[in-house]
């Protein structure tokens, strides 16, 4: 049987890479699946490649909560229910050691990194099955530090924090909340930061981080979904409060 069959997911970040080969990934095991981004026009892009009647899509800042009620009363409406919680949208940010780093970006990315994710559970958590799975998208760099990177180290790190606490509150209902923690992943999102560290030699940056992960790869897209279907599924089902890395080994301790 489908592993997500008869589940509603809400995919946040959903024109991204990761968001979008998840939400193949959850069609593919049955969901029915909301995707929600700031951009309508790449919302309608996924949405037309993936072509099921089961993908609706809403556009969304996630640092409002006028818009994140937005979203989840558009999955309620559309697909009466929530089961899943797919809470990815993240920016990177910019490149610059800290006391070059703008401030304006610093609070540009803490709304989306973290206030996003807080605001997400906040609203999905009354509207969700007794039952049900949140996923936050923390990263390698919630486990460790990377200088110049102080505002999206920060708030991955935060993400932890989020996760375990409502792991706490949620658990008398079942609700289980887990986070996710990709290597370098080989997209858009890496591109930028490879481009950051030193300008006109993106190329030579992704070989340094290659040359810093055990499996010597970046990660894939579709290494990221399947790790995120696990913990939407019922093969996590006594797994709450923890944090699953996806790295090739890059953070092992």
Do not use: C
């Amino acid at each position: 049987m489908a592993k997500l069959a008869n589940k509603v997911a809400i995919i946040t970040g959903g024109s991204g890479a990761i968001g979008s080969t998840t939400a193949k990934l959850f069609l593919e095991e049955g969901a029915k699946v909301v995707l929600v981004d700031i951009n309508e026009e790449a919302l309608e892009k996924v949405a037309s490649e993936l072509d099921s009647p089961d993908v609706s899509y809403v556009a969304a800042d996630v640092s409002k909560s006028s818009d994140v009620q937005k979203y989840v009363q558009h999955a309620v409406s559309k697909f009466g229910k929530v089961d899943v919680f797919f809470n990815n949208a993240g920016i990177e940010g910019v490149v610059k050691p800290i006391t070059e780093y703008p401030e304006d970006a610093f609070d540009k990315l803490i709304g989306v990194n973290v206030k996003g994710v807080w605001l997400g559970i906040k609203y999905v958590l009354p509207e969700m099955n007794d039952g049900g799975s949140i996923i936050n998208t923390s990263s390698v760099a919630g486990l460790m530090g990377f200088g110049s990177m102080s505002a999206y180290v920060t708030s991955k790190h935060a993400v932890i924090g989020i996760t375990r606490t409502i792991a706490l509150e949620a658990a008398p209902r079942g609700i289980r909340v887990n986070s996710i923690h990709p290597a370098p992943v080989d997209n858009r999102m890496m591109r930028s930061l490879e481009e950051g560290f030193a300008p006109g030699e993106a190329a030579s940056v992704k070989k340094g981080f290659e040359a810093t992960i055990p499996l010597a790869r970046y990660a894939t897209n579709d290494d990221i979904a399947r790790g995120v279907l696990f913990l939407a599924s019922d093969d996590s089902k006594f797994i709450t409060g923890m944090k699953l890395v996806v790295d090739g080994g890059m953070a092992m301790e």
